[in-house]
């Protein structure tokens, strides 16, 4: 007994001094690591400045810049860093978090457009989610009835942005993102007038947007008369029947979020059908990342979406948990695209690019806003990814 002892001792010292080949880090861990370091250096540039500051995109210039709360992308940056908080187990990531969540409190009182829902979303419901901060119910709720003051019952509809030029109540694909919102404080509280408000919007949406083909227009204008509809615009993308990348993007993560809440076969259908548009469109890069429209006319010599592509595997993720054929395949697409996303080729080099995340994404060509920059809600997209998978990889 004793010299078998002796034999598993002396092999266990010699396995122990046998220097051991160190595991490489997963894809999904390097991206966490570098999402980690490339936001961190912002939030010490933030410190650094005495200010409490929400960085969106880059100047010209390269420098960074920062919004108010009323500017629609002003809840994405709080919600990167609880996303990061969740991928890195940083506590101390959630009290950051916090402040920067905490620094937009009033912007649950916007009635002016109908991005409230991506703002406090975004920001208070991860708190929330994450954080467990209860106490900010009462913000989600504030903002679900400054959402509800843009609801117009003829159409029944949440109205986008205000009359202008020939539109008397337009409403963009974007809108499908802030029902979320809706949903979650009819969870909260048990007061349906969010939810059916949620689902009449979904359901008309579903019922106009969309072509034969699977792919959106951007704008619908409808009459407040008699709720008829006036126009269909595509006002981001080349052309009002052009397949403007985004729009597609918020069609396919919106009606799957939709589907979460509501469990309308209907909803998951559409998003269903509006990827298999993407994926299958003759302009479709081999590495998933579109075009920011997919007819624009010098393709492929114009500038790709990450932007895009990143809420498009985001909605993949959660597709895949769902009883779908060939479930496994919408987790492979995404997994596709993240690959692509945290490849040189589209992840900046640390320190770069404003201490953003991403490369490469396009706001509005058609008006010269932000082409081929940084966006907040690319970073944020993009780690909602990353831990929607990790969670499924677990």
């Known amino acids: 007994m004793k010299s078998l002892l002796g034999v598993c001792f002396l092999m266990g010292l010699a396995l122990a001094c046998t220097p051991q080949k160190q595991k490489e880090p997963t894809l999904l861990e390097k991206a966490i690591d570098n999402a980690k370091q490339q936001i961190g250096l912002e939030i010490k540039a933030i ?29 994405f940056y709080p919600g990167n860093v609880w996303y990061l908080s969740m991928l890195t187990g940083d506590k101390s990531l959630q009290k950051v978090a916090q402040q920067y969540t905490e620094n ?68 963009i694909v974007d809108n499908m993102m802030n029902l979320e919102l809706l949903f979650e404080v009819t969870r909260l509280t048990g007061d349906s007038l969010y939810y059916k408000a949620a689902v009449s919007h979904a359901n008309r949406t579903l019922q106009e947007h969309f072509r034969e083909d699977g792919s ?34 918020w069609g396919i993560y919106g009606f799957t979020m939709a589907y979460r809440f509501t469990k309308d076969i209907r909803y998951l259908n559409q998003a269903i059908k509006t990827f298999n548009f993407m994926k299958n469109h003759k302009n479709m890069p081999e590495d998933g990342v579109p075009y920011w429209d997919m007819d624009a006319p010098d393709i492929p010599n114009e500038p790709r979406d990450a932007s895009s592509a990143a809420i498009i595997a985001s909605a993949l993720y959660e597709i895949s948990t769902y009883d779908v054929e060939d479930a496994y395949s919408y987790k492979e697409y995404a997994d596709k695209i993240i690959t692509s996303l945290s490849s040189p080729a589209y992840t900046a080099a640390l320190g770069t690019n404003g201490n953003f995340i991403l490369m490469h994404s396009v706001s509005s060509k058609p008006h010269n806003g932000e082409v081929d920059y940084p966006l907040n809600y690319a970073d944020y997209y993009y780690l909602e990814a990353l831990y929607r998978k990790e969670n499924l990889e677990k």
């Open 47 to 75: 410190q650094d400045s005495g200010k409490i500051l929400n960085p969106v995109t880059i100047r010209k210039d390269g420098s960074v810049y920062y919004c108010n709360i009323e500017d629609w992308r002003s809840g």
């Open 104 to 171: 937009i409190r009033d912007a649950q009182f916007l009635t002016s457009h109908h991005d409230i829902g991506f703002i406090i979303n975004s920001s208070f419901g991860n708190g929330m989610r994450f954080g467990g901060l209860t106490e900010y119910k009462d913000v989600m709720i504030q903002a679900a009835k400054s959402l509800m003051t843009r609801y117009r019952e003829v159409p029944g509809v949440i109205q986008s942005w205000n009359a202008m030029k020939n539109w008397e109540c337009p409403v």
């Open 216 to 249: 959106c227009y951007h704008v619908i204008d409808y009459s407040l008369e008699d709720g008829h509809v006036r126009n269909r615009n595509t006002h981001q993308g080349y052309s009002d029947e052009s397949a403007w990348s985004r729009g597609q993007a």
